[in-house]
């Protein structure tokens, strides 16, 4: 990650991550999503790269060579001060740039090619390995002519590794104005405590690591929006972020989830999504009004469980009330559910001077077996709008139907962000709130926000075959391990002694010999 000034950026360049292998793709869910879907590689959507100097203000620019790509897939955008024109080129090497070594890494991690040479850090390729075009921008001509300047791009994604070594309202205003005003996904490195500029915008998604204790914002938001376990360095977990989101704007844009690919596509469903899928390490905890983890931000990547809930569809509401301000919202008497347990929906939400407004989508949590729980995992996001200072007020709900009673709650009062993170969920019918302050000092009447959720109740399957034991679970939701222990009066949980899974029909399969002294087995999130 680097720190970037110059006009309104400086650059310092930071460490290298440490070495990594191919299963660096395993924990954030894309070996699983390449073995499981057809084609989900970014294909058509066409990406930004913002690349500060490795020290040296010329050495910018990704050589193709260095991730296996065509010459044609670049194209080159530079600036200087005052920012009035930018110079473009579609060849390499040109003479507006040359080579960041770091912005090669940067682009291994996004998108490198299968099997590209030269990248250290021993990662095969890419998460979107063929999007369908990069434009490559020298950060401070980003900065000054794009982003200040008012100018358009054509990407939706926008990956950007560098920070301002300081938290900057006037620069994440920028950001803000132009995300919301222009549908762009801005993904920024979450360097720092407190998080620096731009990864504290609003409307963009901060990226962390797990090795690194970042976060919160200065003024007490929840970011980083997420973390990736590895690699270290947050230039390179946010590529991989980067590149989850071309996947899902591939996903939406050919209906994998549904035929509004327009509210599928939108950054606040993308946000909603990406984070929702996330799997919380250990140590993560929330509370009603911090809804991420200060440093974990929703938990660790993994786009299969966030494709798995846009497949699930849009689906709407069952029901809108309003209601007096700032009085009770409880259950309504209502026999439609929402049909699926695992989906998304963007809409909008309409309040008054006088009233507040809920969406109320129900949930029937239950499964054959008696004893089940349940996990839910909800996330509620929408935008700073563009021109505005503050945010409209949104908060989530979680009521159990049968006696009225709230179950869990975010209700942060500063982030655009509000997540519910449930652990042995009683089965039984539940009433999830949307609700949106009314009142004469709020920014807008109506928001449109994006909802994304997750219930399931897991267990593993177990059956004989001859002298082995055949154990299977469903693939979805991801990061599951199987742990054996030898007995149950104080056990000794270990998965070293399990094989690796198999896939089979959407299940994952393990045989393991009767003859193992562990005869007891688990599933256990990390």
Request: proline share 4%.
């Amino acid at each position: 990650m680097r720190n970037l000034q110059k006009t309104i950026l400086v650059l310092v360049v930071a460490g290298v991550a440490a070495a990594a292998n191919a299963s660096s793709l395993d924990p954030i869910g894309v070996t699983l999503l390449r073995a499981t879907t057809t084609n989900l590689n970014g294909s058509g959507v066409r990406v930004g790269q913002a690349e500060a100097g490795d020290g040296v203000a010329a050495n910018w620019e990704v050589n193709p060579a260095s991730i296996g790509a065509a010459t044609n897939l670049f194209t080159y955008i530079y600036g200087t001060s005052p920012y009035l024109t930018v110079s473009t080129t579609n060849s390499y090497p040109n003479s507006i740039g040359s080579e960041s070594g770091h912005g090669g890494f940067v682009a291994g991690y996004f998108y490198g090619i299968t099997n590209f040479s030269g990248f250290v850090f021993g990662v095969s390729n890419g998460v979107a390995t063929n999007v369908a075009h990069v434009d490559n921008y020298e950060a401070n001509t980003f900065i000054n002519y794009y982003i200040s300047g008012g100018h358009s791009i054509s990407e939706r994604v926008v990956n950007q590794s560098f920070t301002f070594g300081s938290y900057n309202t006037g620069v994440d205003q920028l950001y803000d104005n132009y995300a919301d005003a222009n549908e762009i996904l801005f993904l920024s490195g979450a360097d720092g405590q407190p998080i620096y500029s731009p990864a504290s915008c609003y409307n963009g998604i901060g990226v962390g690591s797990l090795a690194f204790t970042n976060g919160p914002t200065a003024d007490g938001r929840s970011k980083p929006d997420i973390i990736v376990s590895f690699p270290s360095e947050t230039s390179y977990t946010t590529a991989q972020v980067s590149g989850a989101a071309a996947i899902l704007m591939q996903a939406g844009t050919r209906g994998d989830g549904g035929s509004d690919t327009n509210s599928a596509t939108d950054i606040r469903t993308v946000k909603a999504l990406l984070l929702n899928g996330a799997i919380k390490p250990v140590g993560w905890t929330n509370s009603s009004s911090q809804p991420l983890h200060r440093h974990y931000g929703a938990g660790v990547l993994n786009v299969f469980n966030s494709y798995k809930q846009l497949a699930g569809g849009k689906r709407g509401s069952n029901f809108s009330t309003n209601v007096p301000t700032d009085t009770a919202h409880l259950p309504v008497a209502m026999t439609n559910s929402v049909p699926v347990l695992s989906g998304w929906n963007f809409t909008n939400i309409t309040a008054s001077v006088t009233k507040d407004a809920v969406h109320h989508y129900f949930f029937n949590a239950t499964n054959s077996s008696s004893n089940a729980a349940f996990t839910a995992t909800i996330t509620l996001a929408w935008n700073k709008q563009s021109g505005q200072t503050a945010l409209n007020n949104l908060n989530l709900f979680l009521y159990n139907c049968a006696n009225s009673n709230l179950v869990a709650c975010s209700t942060s009062l500063v982030d655009n962000v509000e997540h519910i993170f449930m652990l042995k969920l009683p089965q039984g019918r539940y009433d999830l709130q949307v609700w949106k302050a009314g009142g004469a000092g709020t920014v807008s009447t109506s928001e449109t926000y994006a909802l994304a959720w997750e219930f399931f109740s897991e267990s593993i399957g177990v059956a004989k075959s001859g002298t082995n034991l055949n154990l299977s679970w469903p693939v979805y939701p991801d990061g599951f391990v199987v742990e054996s222990t030898a007995n149950l009066s104080s056990p000794s949980w270990s998965a070293s002694s399990i094989p690796s899974a198999t896939i089979t029909n959407n299940q994952n399969k393990i045989s393991v010999g009767i003859a193992n002294t562990n005869k007891f087995f688990r599933l256990r999130r990390p």
